[in-house]
Structures are given as structure tokens and as C-alpha cells.
């Protein structure tokens, strides 16, 4: 049986060399005919039967056809992909885990069964600390390798990943690389770092008028200066010095670096904006685009709830005279220099996208921050919508944007794409502008930025309807991560406490109706704009089941296939691997997000996936008795020594 399998094995390998030598010289089509002419397919199929009962023709794309007909070129793929009927139930066990060795399973097991004790979970930190005392060192990275840290995180560095980025890839899942150490500050010293960078006169300021009030949201306050308060699903970056930020901006780009050196240029890189400089002038900036927004619906004669000015199209012409209307003399030069800048591509609409470009370093910052307002005898002044921005102010505004642009254009030319992470509503408003002003720029020829959108926000769907929007208009490529959202405790007792409307749904219900009608329009966007085109990319990051089976559900009504690459999935490394595996070999994108670092480095984020993991009991419920299922299948069956090897070569 052993030399029938090799024989098998080696007829397939054949097989797949000799197509793949004529399909360098001749169309993808061509070499499937001579393919099959030749009696290969015929081979092809009886090899991976033994696997699989479903395999996939291969559609070779121009641009692989040309790196193949290089001779320096190496193929990622030893053989053509196999792939599995797709089980919504995910209770398929077998299925699910084959990737995994048994040792793997009985790890997986003793973790997420830890995971289970509210006492153990509670006090992890003290534990570890505890730990670390008695075990020493070696002992304790030994002990952290057999549980948590071989669990949750992918290695120590880039290097040590390849392994299990390979493994992983040859069961149809690819990888989001992301370095995940954290420093352990405390409460008392994040808080302290938090609020000395706030000006004196914004520190916990009072709001004496209706503008004011209106912007509470975006007020420092001390009680919540440790951003990480209640918040264990994402990383916090505490600003320490612009020397970090430049540190956290090279760390970032030697992700980028290991993404593209070992996942072929096929994965994402995660950044978080409060990485690169200091947050409190994005809580500024954001405070500034909303109250632009009320100052433009002022104008117009509008609520604060109507929808954004990008999508109500409203004309150049109607806007100039609702401005005089309210006196505003329109023949002051500074207010025609104003006129251009939201009118920047001279298409006679008005839009808040084309005011002023936040990423470029020759405009200051006040000057996009002003708007004119009538005085006595049809005169105009023009007021700051915020507090003016000093000259460091703007230094350090710009230092950061000149990270995030160094970042981009290295992801860029790496062919790697970034997806900035969301955080939290009080900085949100300026980290998508910035994100869509990257988009502007850098996704003309594919998908390259991807905003993050928090599905547990009032929001989340104005914010998608008016970037897809400005993206159809402007022609260009929409990338989207669709996430349920890490920071709604924080964001309701914030809420309450400083007194402004709390701005997450009410309930985990309207969440999911959220998060559905986000995802309804962004695949109907897909459609609309054609396809093959791939103008709208999607990263469905989700550990439901529920979510998950819809989107494949709304992508099967839409006619939107596996193979046509605009639609992923994510999850994070140990994490549902029912899903993520059950996805991948099924033919459908999927990613896994592999955190790396030394074993003291990320005790923080190891810390974030316990409590997680408790907060989430009922699905890892059913992991813990899918994986007893396969443990106990292994055992009787006399497979405990199991090898994991697949050939579900992913999209």
C-alpha cells in the first residue's frame, strides 16, 4: 500500500510538472487542453482521490503565467490543490483538524479547558509573575511553550514561523504576521504618560456652550488616560516619545518585511495609527472633522444626523448661496481660496474628502481647520473649528504622517497590504480620513489600505455607504476589514461618565443586524462594480459561525465565488479553527492572524487571549468537544502518531 501511494504521489507531482512547463509558453487555456490531450487530467483526478473527492481545475492567472516562464522563478505549489465540500455545521472534526498533530490537540485541550477557571483567568498575570520566580527563566519559557505561548503565538521571530505559516498554508490558510510584544505598565504609569501630553487647557475641560457640548466626546479625561481599561481583544500603544514612535514605525516595517519574505507576498500586515505618534492630536483632528461636519450641515440648514455631505452630492453652486444667505461675502479672497480646497477636482460637488489633504506636509494644519463666518456689514472672519495647533503641534502631527506614508509605500512596494486597525470613537474620525486619504493615493492599481469598520457603532454603515461612495467615484480600489469591534465597555462607561451619547448599539443583536447589513452592502458593491474587476476587497474579520455562514450564503445569491479573491475571512492563531481550516480547504480566503515574539515579550497579549477566551465560553465549548471528538477518533483508530501533510493550496 505504501509503494502504491508513493507511485501515486509521484504520478501527481509528474503531472503537474508537465502542465505547468506548458502553461509558461502557451495560454492558461491552451495548457489545460494539452493537459488533458495528453491524458494528464485523467491522472490528476485518480491521485487526489485518495485525499480528497474534489479538486479544482487550476485557472492560471497572466501574471503567474509570466513569473513562470522565468527560470528563476520557484512554484509555490508542489501540486494542484485538493478541496472539500464546504460544512456549515462546522462539526466536521476530522476535517477541521487534520492540520494538527496530536500533541497539538492535547495542548489545544489542556488551554482552552484552563481557560475555563474565572479564578486562574482572573489572576493570570499574577501567576505568570508568580512563575517566573520560582521556574526560572528556562523552565518557564519551557512550561509556556507546551501551553499558552505554543497555542496562541506562531514563534519568537520571523524565521521560526515558516514552519507553521507553511503548515498551515498547505491546509488552504494563510497568515497575518503581526510582532506582538507589549511592555507590562502599569495603570498608574500609563495614565501618568497618557495626560502629560495634553495641553494644560484641554485636560478634563468643562463644556460651556451647545458647540462644546456637542464635542465632550473628544475631551482628555484622566479617569480613562489607561486605554487598555476593559479592552482585551486588540494591543494598546501608550505614547512614551517620538524615539518610540520611530522604534514602533521600524518594527512595523520588518513585519511588512516578514510578511512578504514568508507568506510570498500573500498576506496582510496589521498598524495601528497611535503607534506612530502622539493620540491626543488625533482625538484633536477628530474633534475638528465633526465639528466640520456641523458647521457644513449649519450652513445647508441640516441636523447633525443627516447622512455626510458625500453622499447627498451637494452642489458647489447651491452651497455659495446658502453661504450667502447667511452673509458670508464670497468675493474675499480667502474665502475663493476656501471655496477650491472643498472643491479640489472641480466637479462642482462639494465634499469634505477633497478638503485640504492631511497627509501632505506643505499645508499647516490650521488652515484646513478654518472655516469663514459672517460678521456685521458682510464681513468675514474665519474661526477655528478647534482649539488653533501649535507649531510642535504640527511637527509632531506631521512626523506621524510621515511614518504612516514610509509604512504604506514599503507595504506598496513589497506588495503587501496593510489593514489599519480601528480603536477607539474618540480617535476613529481622524484615523479614517487619514486611511481613506491612503486609499486616494495608494489603491489605483489594487487593494493595497484597508480601513477597519466596528460593526458595534451607530455608524459603522454611514461610515461604509460614504466611503464606497467616494471610492466610486474616484475610481479608486475599496478595501474594508468588518469587525464587531474591541472596545465597547470602554466606550459605554466613557460615555456615561463625560456625559455625551453613548455611540455602540444596544445589544449583541443589533450588532449582528449591523454587521450583516454592512457586509450586504459591501458584497453588493462587488457586484455592482463588476467582479472580475476587484474594485471592493473585503476582510471578514469574525469568530461567528452565524456571520460566517451568511456571508457565504450572500456571496453564493450574488454569484460571487471563492476563486475570484475579493472576499477573506480572519481569525486569530488558536482560535476557531473549525472555521478557519473548514474555510480554507474548501477553496475559500482565509487568514489566521500569527502574533510572534519571545516568550516574555508577548506575556501581555497571552494574558488578552485567556480573558478572551473565558468571555467566549460558549464557542470554545463546542472547540474543546470537537477536539475531545478527533482526540479520542485518533486513539482508537490507532493514529495518535498522526503526521499532518495536505495539499489545500490556498487562492
Known amino acids: 500500500m505504501g509503494l502504491y501511494r508513493q507511485t501515486q504521489r509521484a504520478v501527481k507531482y509528474f503531472s503537474h510538472a508537465c502542465m505547468r512547463r506548458t502553461a509558461t509558453t502557451q495560454p492558461a487555456a491552451r495548457a489545460r487542453e494539452d493537459a488533458a490531450a495528453a491524458g494528464l487530467k485523467g491522472a490528476k483526478t485518480a491521485s487526489a482521490a485518495k485525499v480528497s473527492p474534489h479538486v479544482v481545475e487550476l485557472d492560471i492567472p497572466e501574471d503567474i503565467l509570466a513569473k513562470r516562464a522565468n527560470p528563476h522563478w520557484q512554484p509555490i505549489y508542489p501540486s494542484p490543490p485538493s478541496r472539500d465540500q464546504l460544512d456549515l455545521t462546522f462539526e466536521n472534526y476530522q476535517q477541521c483538524y487534520r492540520s494538527k498533530t496530536t500533541g497539538e490537540i492535547i495542548r489545544a485541550l489542556v488551554v482552552l479547558n484552563l481557560c475555563r477557571s474565572k479564578w486562574l483567568v482572573d489572576h493570570n498575570l499574577q501567576l505568570i509573575r508568580l512563575a ?15 501551553t499558552f505561548y505554543g497555542h496562541f503565538v506562531g514563534g519568537e521571530d520571523p524565521e521560526r514561523l515558516k514552519p507553521l505559516v507553511n503548515r498551515m498554508r498547505e491546509f488552504g490558510v494563510k497568515s497575518i504576521l503581526d510582532y506582538s510584544a507589549e511592555e507590562d505598565v502599569p495603570t498608574e504609569t500609563a495614565v501618568e504618560q497618557e495626560m502629560k501630553i495634553v495641553p494644560t487647557a484641554l485636560k478634563d475641560q468643562a463644556a460651556p456652550d451647545t458647540e462644546a457640548a456637542a464635542l465632550k466626546q473628544f475631551t482628555p479625561s484622566s479617569d480613562f488616560g489607561d486605554r487598555r481599561r476593559d479592552v482585551i481583544s486588540a494591543r494598546t500603544y501608550l505614547y512614551e516619545s517620538e524615539a518610540q514612535c520611530e522604534k514602533n514605525m521600524a518594527t512595523f516595517l520588518k513585519c511588512i518585511d516578514a510578511v512578504s519574505g514568508t507568506t510570498s507576498s500573500t498576506g496582510f500586515a496589521a498598524i495601528k495609527l497611535t503607534a506612530l505618534g502622539r493620540p491626543e492630536l488625533l482625538m484633536r483632528l477628530s474633534a475638528a472633522l465633526v465639528a466640520s461636519h456641523r458647521y457644513f450641515n449649519d450652513i445647508l440648514g441640516l441636523s ?12 458647489v453652486d447651491y452651497f455659495k448661496k446658502k453661504l450667502v444667505e447667511r452673509g458670508v461675502n464670497l468675493e474675499e479672497p480667502e474665502v475663493l481660496e476656501w471655496l477650491k480646497q472643498i472643491d479640489s477636482n472641480r466637479d462642482g460637488v462639494v465634499d469634505l474628502f477633497e478638503w485640504g489633504d492631511v497627509i501632505d506636509q506643505t499645508k499647516k494644519l490650521d488652515r484646513l481647520l478654518r472655516v469663514p463666518v459672517p460678521v456685521k456689514n458682510h464681513e468675514v472672519q474665519f474661526k477655528n473649528l478647534i482649539a488653533p495647533f501649535t507649531q510642535e503641534d504640527e511637527e509632531m502631527f506631521y512626523n506621524m504622517m510621515r511614518r504612516l506614508k514610509i509604512i504604506t509605500e514599503h507595504a506598496v512596494s513589497k506588495e503587501v497590504r496593510i489593514m489599519i486597525d480601528a480603536e477607539q470613537t474618540y480617535f476613529q474620525p481622524a484615523i479614517s480620513r487619514v486611511t481613506v486619504e491612503l486609499m486616494r493615493r495608494y489603491n489605483r492599481e489594487k487593494a493595497f489600505v484597508f480601513n477597519t469598520y466596528q460593526c458595534y457603532l451607530k455608524d459603522a454603515y454611514r461610515n461604509v455607504a460614504t466611503h464606497l461612495e467616494l471610492s466610486r467615484k474616484e475610481d479608486f480600489f475599496f478595501g474594508a476589514k468588518i469587525v464587531r469591534g474591541a472596545y465597547i465597555k470602554q466606550e459605554r462607561d466613557r460615555a456615561l461618565a463625560l ?16 454587521y450583516e447589513k454592512v457586509v450586504s452592502a459591501a458584497l453588493e458593491e462587488v457586484k455592482a462594480r463588476g467582479i472580475g474587476q476587484r474594485k471592493v476587497a473585503i476582510m471578514m474579520a469574525t469568530h461567528n459561525e452565524d456571520t460566517v455562514r451568511y456571508t457565504v450564503t450572500k456571496m453564493k445569491q450574488l454569484g460571487i465565488a471563492p476563486a475570484d479573491r475579493v472576499v477573506c475571512f480572519g481569525q486569530l492563531l488558536g482560535m476557531c479553527d473549525q472555521i478557519s481550516f473548514n474555510l480554507g480547504q474548501s477553496g475559500y480566503s482565509i487568514y489566521k492572524y500569527v502574533p510572534y515574539g519571545e516568550v516574555l515579550e508577548v506575556l501581555p497579549y497571552l494574558s488578552r487571549r485567556a480573558l478572551e477566551n473565558r468571555g467566549v465560553l460558549e464557542k470554545t465549548t463546542k472547540e474543546r468537544r470537537l477536539l475531545g471528538k478527533e482526540l479520542r477518533r485518533r486513539i482508537f483508530s490507532g493514529q495518535w502518531a498522526y503526521t499532518p501533510k495536505g495539499d489545500f493550496w490556498p487562492v
Not at 306 to 314: D, G, H, S, W, Y
Not at 499 to 514: H, I, K, L, V
Open 499 to 514: 456625559g455625551y451619547s453613548d455611540p455602540t448599539q444596544p445589544d449583541p443583536e443589533s450588532t449582528t443586524a449591523m
Open 132 to 146: 517566573r520566580r520560582v521556574l526560572g527563566k528556562r523552565l518557564f519559557t519551557m512550561l509556556m511553550k507546551a
Open 304 to 315: 447633525d444626523d443627516e447622512a455626510p455631505i458625500v453622499l447627498r452630492k451637494t452642489k
